[in-house]
Nanobody
Framework: QVQLRESGPGLVKPSQTLSLTCTVSGGSITTSYSRWSWIRQPPGKGLEWMGVIDYDGSTYYSPSLKSRTSISRDTSKNQFSLQLSSVTPEDTAVYYC?????WGQGTQVTVSS
């Protein structure tokens, strides 16, 4: 069974870059046709899809976040990562990595000075 685990700082200052990593076990991020996503949920709001990196390294981003978002991967570590630049308090959320029906447990990121 695929397991995903998010890691990264829980507190980021405004204007800085938020960086999170998702470590995958029980499956490979290079498995054909697999897709590896980042999703977030701000307090009191619904889930927001941020972007995805496919098994072949192709990336796709939410139009509303595209200018600030980058998703990359390290196949040697079976990890994929999220970077969100120029963060504001509105980027405070629980951030999840996901693949198919499998979700990480989520990690709280607060943007505050």
């Amino acid at each position: 069974q695929v397991q995903l685990r998010e890691s990264g700082p829980g507190l980021v200052k405004p204007s800085q870059t938020l960086s999170l990593t998702c470590t995958v076990s029980g499956g490979s991020i290079t498995t054909s046709y697999s897709r590896w996503s980042w999703i977030r949920q701000p307090p009191g709001k619904g889930l927001e899809w941020m972007g995805v990196i496919d098994y072949d390294g192709s990336t796709y981003y939410s139009p509303s976040l595209k200018s600030r978002t980058s998703i990359s991967r390290d196949t040697s570590k079976n990890q994929f990562s999220l970077q969100l630049s120029s963060v504001t308090p509105e980027d405070t959320a629980v951030y999840y990595c996901k693949a198919s029906a499998y979700w990480g447990q989520g990690t709280q990121v607060t943007v505050s000075s």
